[in-house]
């Protein structure tokens, strides 16, 4: 009995129901040469190219989702295909110049703490990317497929929205990473 169960439970699952993220990520690097370690913060300031809210910022993480999926009949998703482009902008000493190590030492502290502060963000681009893998693959058979098509919008966009507005509570939190020992 139980394996009648088992296969009528099995039958009822499309075989082609899956998902997958995929996760690409980019690392994007402007080149500061300080000649002191009083020098770093300067440097950092006016070579960055980020700036938010009027501010400029020694890195950034952004990220963007792209779905598309495969249907069964009209408009039942079978399976989810989501892309997760990720891009990291950090400072690195310029290349093939010559850096005293009482610059490179304090710059390579700094460096491994903004790194970690912009694999958080990292994260919350992860989460965003597999809860809308996870809701694609909910829906069930909608009856009506032009406002299944518009929920999944719907849906993606929140989804984005909530996990970019906890990307930016912890900014404001953390004062861009500096609460977390993210300072020169």
């Given at each position: 009995?139980?394996k009648?169960?088992?296969?009528?439970?099995?039958?009822?699952?499309p075989?082609?129901v899956?998902?997958?993220?995929?996760?690409?990520?980019?690392?994007?690097?402007?080149d500061?040469?300080?000649?002191?370690?009083?020098?770093i913060?300067?440097?950092?300031?006016?070579?960055?190219?980020?700036?938010?809210?009027?501010e400029?910022?020694?890195?950034?993480?952004?990220?963007?989702?792209?779905?598309?999926?495969?249907?069964k009949?009209?408009?039942?998703?079978?399976?989810v295909?989501?892309?997760l482009?990720?891009?990291?902008?950090?400072p690195?000493?310029?290349?093939?110049?010559?850096?005293?190590f009482?610059?490179?030492?304090?710059?390579?502290?700094?460096?491994?703490?903004?790194?970690?502060?912009?694999?958080?963000?990292e994260k919350?681009?992860?989460?965003?990317?597999?809860?809308?893998?996870?809701?694609?693959?909910?829906?069930?058979s909608?009856?009506?497929?032009d406002?299944?098509?518009?929920?999944?919008?719907v849906?993606?966009?929140?989804i984005?929205?909530?996990?970019?507005?906890?990307?930016?509570?912890?900014?404001?939190?953390?004062?861009?990473?500096?609460?977390?020992?993210?300072?020169?």
């Amino acid at each position: 009995m139980k394996k009648v169960i088992v296969l009528c439970f099995l039958l009822l699952i499309p075989f082609s129901v899956s998902a997958k993220v995929k996760v690409e990520k980019r690392i994007k690097y402007y080149d500061i040469y300080p000649k002191s370690k009083k020098d770093i913060k300067t440097q950092l300031l006016s070579k960055s190219p980020i700036k938010k809210s009027g501010e400029k910022l020694y890195a950034d993480t952004v990220w963007e989702v792209n779905t598309s999926y495969e249907y069964k009949g009209k408009c039942r998703v079978t399976k989810v295909y989501v892309d997760l482009n990720i891009k990291t902008i950090l400072p690195r000493l310029t290349p093939k110049k010559s850096v005293k190590f009482s610059v490179k030492n304090p710059f390579s502290k700094f460096e491994r703490k903004l790194i970690s502060y912009q694999k958080k963000h990292e994260k919350f681009a992860v989460q965003a990317a597999k809860e809308i893998e996870k809701k694609l693959l909910s829906y069930g058979s909608p009856r009506d497929c032009d406002k299944f098509r518009k929920q999944i919008r719907v849906d993606k966009k929140k989804i984005i929205k909530k996990y970019r507005k906890k990307s930016k509570e912890y900014d404001k939190k953390t004062d861009y990473g500096r609460k977390k020992g993210v300072k020169i």
